[in-house]
């Protein structure tokens, strides 16, 4: 939508070897505070900690016309099933170093802990990957990190170069 501002329709995946639709507070918030900025969120869904489970939900996300944003929640850490940025590695086309670095910036002034963060972001045709850790704190603390800009950059993705 050259010319003015696109729709941010964002996918939200958790994955967890332990969450279910009951338990996803991650998740839950993370739609709850898309909603509250304006977002439609057109999907949501919790794949377990597989790379190959993770790789291909965003991959079907990433390709979906009704998708342009999708935020992850839950596996950048360090432990052997911690699999989000691998997955996500693999799927994009462009990567956007600036977002997972910003996130850990900030998030390094409330908890050292967030230097473990492993997460990443980046681009695949249309749509924006980004990687959140998964307690719900981290997902608002992440979200008010790149919601100023998430218009914007969905904006630029979608071929509008204004600034």
Do not use: Y
Not at 39 to 59: P, S
Not at 105 to 121: D, E, H, W
């Amino acid at each position: 939508m050259p010319g003015g501002k696109a729709k941010i329709k964002a996918a939200v995946v958790t994955a967890s070897d332990s969450r279910h639709p009951e338990n996803d507070v991650s998740g839950t918030t993370l739609v709850g505070l898309l909603i509250g900025m304006g977002a439609e969120v057109a999907a949501r869904r919790i794949v377990k900690d597989d790379l190959e489970a993770i790789q291909e939900t965003l991959f079907e996300f990433a390709v979906r016309e009704d998708v342009n944003l999708v935020i992850t929640t839950g596996g950048t850490g360090f432990s052997p099933r911690d699999n989000t940025p691998e997955a996500t590695q693999a799927v994009i086309e462009k990567a956007a170093p600036g977002v997972g670095e910003a996130i850990r910036a900030a998030s390094m002034s409330k908890t050292p802990a967030a230097m473990l963060s492993r997460g990443i972001a980046g681009i695949r045709g249309n749509t924006l990957i980004i990687n959140f850790p998964g307690s719900p704190k981290a997902v608002a603390e992440c979200f008010e990190v790149v919601r100023p800009v998430l218009q914007h950059a969905i904006d630029l993705i979608d071929g509008d170069p204004g600034h």
